[in-house]
């Protein structure tokens, strides 16, 4: 990898009295490790998220520290620290309620090819082993993100700025650091990473760096199953869903995470490509069934109300298991149900083989899409024991949204609404056509909520 470092290996310095980050709102943990770094004789600062959201005005979640101190040498300062990671070794010191995050400068990877610490990279251009270290400088044009290469100085509270990051800040756009191309290439995570900073922070993605995204999408299609999983939960369960939806789709990217969803949404399921309508543009009714399911996981979110991959998942692969569904019944005789399993475990392998979703959730997520059409049956013995169901909430949840589409009528929707806040006599006499009730009503459990 080359980066072009600057001519003058200097920073911009940012004094303490011209920005408004405060060690007041640095949590405790980070202050200890980064004055006792600097009473050891080594630099230290915050970079990254860290500075990045202070200088936004919000709260980061953690505090990464960066240092001219080798990981042994991180270690020895602190008795509850240990040295972890592969590719690159870092120094996780232990609190009680708190992790700090040490790395030591990182370098360009221009070592002897014979170095064990060197960089190297597969014929994509990939980076698969990353251990050199190096000086600030370096480590800074090695980042991806102008805005996550400032650095705060403990010494003397300044922002260093080797590559025009508090400009980026004060523009609220993401920029890359280098040539876009060649650091997606190195890692085509850093597009999703773009989008993802961009709906969380509400920032704008620099021209140079939205520029190829369309035309080397593709390289997600490569990117380990298990590591797109750890994005996803990013991307959909941070409180920004639908912002994160919509400018993934925007940069042409969403249809490498669900490809099967993003043939749903553009009509063209049968190709398996979302090409069916024009510049690849959703349907209006299932556009907005997606839109009401990333909304109302944000609500939550923002509720402090717990979410679960198990329903988004749901929500993104009905349509193209209904479509599958509806496929297998016009071939032979098969029931609505079974369809529904045959086409779930179909539609669910393909995409997992993309994102990974562990059993934990695929399975009930399954479970879920199959208690569809026993909604449409109101009275008896199988409608007394849906609402049993442990699954019940979260397919309920999911009736209510295929109401956008069409598929059900509202007022189904709201008669199971009603018969959830009814007395266990009231449930029985509902499910009974009006008659009967008494004691041995039986009390359904407590069910699953969605998301």
Do not use: C
């Amino acid at each position: 990898m080359t980066h072009p470092i600057p001519a003058a290996d200097s920073p911009r310095i940012i004094p303490r009295s011209d920005h408004h980050i405060s060690r007041a709102n640095i949590s405790r943990n980070a202050l200890k490790v980064l004055y006792r770094l600097k009473d050891g004789g080594y630099q230290a600062f915050i970079v990254g998220g860290g500075v990045r959201d202070l200088l936004l005005n919000r709260q980061p979640k953690d505090f990464d520290i960066a240092t001219d101190a080798s990981p042994e040498q991180v270690r020895a300062l602190f008795g509850s620290a240990r040295i972890i990671g592969r590719r690159f070794r870092l120094v996780h010191v232990r609190f009680r309620d708190e992790i700090v995050e040490v790395a030591t400068f990182r370098g360009l990877g221009n070592e002897d090819l014979e170095s064990e610490d060197r960089q190297i990279l597969n014929e994509a251009g990939r980076i698969i082993k990353d251990n050199s270290f190096g000086s600030i400088e370096e480590d800074a044009w090695r980042r991806d993100f102008t805005v996550n290469a400032l650095y705060y100085n403990i010494a003397d509270f300044s922002i260093w700025d080797f590559v025009g990051g508090m400009r980026d800040v004060e523009a609220r756009r993401i920029r890359l650091i280098g040539d876009p191309e060649t650091r997606y290439r190195e890692d085509p995570v850093r597009m999703i990473r773009a989008v993802r900073l961009a709906a969380k922070l509400d920032l704008e993605i620099h021209p140079e760096a939205a520029a190829p995204m369309q035309r080397l999408g593709s390289l997600i299609d490569s990117v380990p199953p298990a590591r797109l999983f750890d994005e996803f939960l990013k991307v959909f369960e941070t409180g920004h869903a639908l912002e994160g939806y919509r400018r993934l789709r925007q940069h042409g990217l969403f249809e490498h995470l669900f490809p099967a969803t993003a043939a749903w949404l553009s009509g063209d399921v049968s190709q398996g490509r979302a090409s069916g309508r024009p510049g690849g543009v959703a349907d209006d009714h299932r556009n907005r069934f997606i839109e009401s399911a990333l909304a109302g996981t944000d609500r939550r979110v923002a509720e402090g109300l717990p979410v679960t991959p198990m329903f988004l998942f749901g929500v993104f692969l009905w349509g193209p298991v209904q479509d599958r569904a509806n496929a297998l019944r016009r071939t032979g005789q098969i029931s609505e149900v079974q369809a529904l399993i045959d086409a779930g475990q179909e539609i669910t392998d393909v995409q997992i083989a993309r994102i990974t979703l562990p059993r934990r959730f695929s399975v009930p997520m399954r479970e879920m899409l199959q208690l569809q059409p026993r909604f449409s049956r109101r009275q008896g013995r199988r409608a007394a024991v849906l609402l049993q169901h442990r699954r019940f909430r979260a397919a309920y949840d999911l009736l209510v949204l295929r109401t956008e589409l069409g598929e059900v009528p509202a007022e189904l929707a709201e008669w199971w609404m009603r018969i959830q806040t009814l007395s266990p006599d009231d449930q029985h006499r509902e499910f009974n056509g009006g008659r009967g009730g008494g004691r041995d009503a039986q009390r359904p459990r407590p069910a699953e909520r969605a998301v």
